[in-house]
């Protein structure tokens, strides 16, 4: 099969926005290279962020270890005891769709829109680092 993995990268936190609504968290992020940031909302009940923090994000087409399809099988979550997943390695996992691409703010840079049940991610970066992503769903996968 193939790499599940369709995009990793190492973020560190820049600025927390919780004012609009009560459990979620607008996180803003930069990638140690630079070259990648992305904005992001996230449950803050379930998944507590500080500025200055680093975050680990991956997107990935399955949760199959070994890059097999899992759409049209049982969910993430109905996953059995002991079966291993990606999502056994990070905190904070989530299922959604790419809905939009577009040109990024700099030449060479491509941006990505992904709505996980209305929260959303902005991800903007290297055309050739994103352009994985050009796949109808992923999974987005945090962790400290």
Not at 19 to 48: A, I
Not at 54 to 77: F, P, Q
Request: aromatic fraction near 12%; charged fraction near 20%.
């Amino acid at each position: 099969m193939s790499d599940p993995v369709l995009f990793e990268d190492t973020f560190t936190i820049t600025t927390i926005n919780s004012q609009k609504y009560d459990r979620v968290s607008r996180l803003s992020c930069n990638s140690t290279d630079t070259l990648s940031h992305f904005t992001l909302d996230v449950n803050s009940e379930l998944y507590p962020c500080v500025v200055g923090e680093s975050v680990n994000m991956a997107l990935a087409s399955t949760l199959s270890l070994d890059g097999k399809d899992d759409s049209g099988s049982k969910g993430w979550r109905e996953v059995g005891m002991g079966e291993q997943t990606l999502a056994n390695d990070y905190d904070y996992v989530c299922h959604g769709k790419v809905y939009r691409f577009e040109e990024g703010s700099s030449q060479g840079n491509m941006a990505v829109f992904i709505s996980f049940g209305g929260l959303l991610l902005y991800l903007e970066g290297p055309y050739k680092k994103l352009a994985p992503l050009r796949i109808d769903y992923v999974y987005l996968l945090l962790k400290k």
